[in-house]
């Protein structure tokens, strides 16, 4: 089980947007072994004088996985995890964990006794691996309809991997999050992509549209072995009406057939709604692929994550977790 999620240089990159520190537990035993990355968060409040700890996925996927399992120890293992990682939570103060897990992976279904572990959302993928031609096995009718409107009006498409300079793609995302009032906590600021071009260079592919010598959409990907990632992406608002982004999957998804890559993952909607408008869109591009993506809630400490809750004057509203972060301006647990 590899990917990039699962990288502990990935979740360095969202220690500022966290406001944390990226942590990896490693467990060993002679059931098997289990890595688990998080990013661990100072609590906003203090109890007792004392200071307490969260910890969450980094931004996207991940969550605790088996790497080994000797025969038959399958629930051993996962057991014996959990009893040392409280271990490890009640010595670092760690109150309680939110948890994105792998929709690909399903890591979900190894720790659903670990954790409260809940479906969330259908997330969309693109098959490459065993189509001669993913374009017309996967997108849509319309999809492929639009597709050939806007490369008969003239949109082309580039692809560059490991970029070294990531301007245009910055202007165009800027522009795209202050048009759909984006909540700040996709507002990556130039440190985010400079550490991305600094630690992640060679798993970075930029897909580029070009319409008469400019750029008019783009869209930031992450490679990994024979995945690919969708990661963030904009458009020009005055060039919409080109439906540049049709041009951008068409072009990355010949990329990848071309390079030997198996599957495109490009996650789920905006929201749990099964007819979210997002969700929607990105399924024009994977009619056929679909994976389940489940989040899993733990309280390591009741008794302080009780008090946690009482010095925040957190209602109980149960759908956030951790409930004491609930009236912070910044949800930065929520789904």
């Known amino acids: 089980m590899k990917d990039l999620f699962f990288l502990k240089s990935y979740g360095k990159l969202y220690e500022k947007v966290e406001q944390g520190r990226c942590k990896e537990f490693v467990f060993e035993s002679s059931y098997g072994e289990v890595r688990h990355i998080f990013i ?14 969260d910890a969450i996925t980094p931004y996207g996927y991940g969550g605790p996985r088996i790497t080994r399992c000797a025969k038959g120890c399958h629930s051993k293992l996962v057991s014996a995890f959990e009893e040392a990682f409280l271990k490890y939570c009640t010595d670092e103060r760690i109150v309680s964990e939110f948890v994105r ?3 690909i992976f399903e890591n979900a279904n190894d720790f659903s006794k670990c954790y409260d572990v809940s479906f969330q959302r259908e997330t969309v993928g693109t098959t490459i691996d065993g189509h001669e031609d993913p374009v017309t096995s996967e997108f849509s009718k319309s999809a492929k309809k639009t597709l050939r409107r806007s490369l008969n009006a003239g949109v ?7 970029p070294t300079d990531l301007s245009d793609f910055k202007r165009i995302y800027y522009e795209t999050m202050n048009r759909v009032q984006a909540d700040c906590y996709y507002f990556f600021d130039d440190i985010y992509f400079d550490n991305c071009l600094q630690n992640l260079a060679e798993r970075i592919v930029l897909a580029e549209a070009i319409y008469d010598g400019q ?3 783009a869209e930031l990907h992450f490679l990994f072995e024979d995945i690919m990632h969708t990661h963030l992406s904009g458009t020009i608002s005055e060039f919409h009406q080109l439906s540049p982004i049709y041009v951008l999957q068409y072009g990355i998804v010949r990329w990848c057939k071309e390079n030997g890559i198996k599957l495109i993952h490009a996650g789920g909607g905006r929201t749990n709604d099964a007819d979210d408008s997002l969700y929607k869109f990105k399924k024009k591009f994977g009619q056929h692929t679909g994976f389940s993506f489940y989040t899993g809630r733990k309280i390591w400490n009741a008794e302080i994550y009780d008090k946690l809750c009482k010095k925040a004057g957190a209602n109980q509203d149960k759908s956030f977790f951790p409930l004491y972060r609930a ?3 910044k949800q930065l647990s929520n789904v």
């Open 156 to 162: 082309t498409y580039r692809i560059t991997k490991s």
């Open 327 to 329: 009236n912070a301006n």
């Open 40 to 53: 661990k968060r100072e609590v906003p409040m203090s109890i007792n004088g004392e200071t307490w700890y």
């Open 215 to 217: 750029v008019i959409a």
């Open 101 to 103: 897990f792998h929709p």
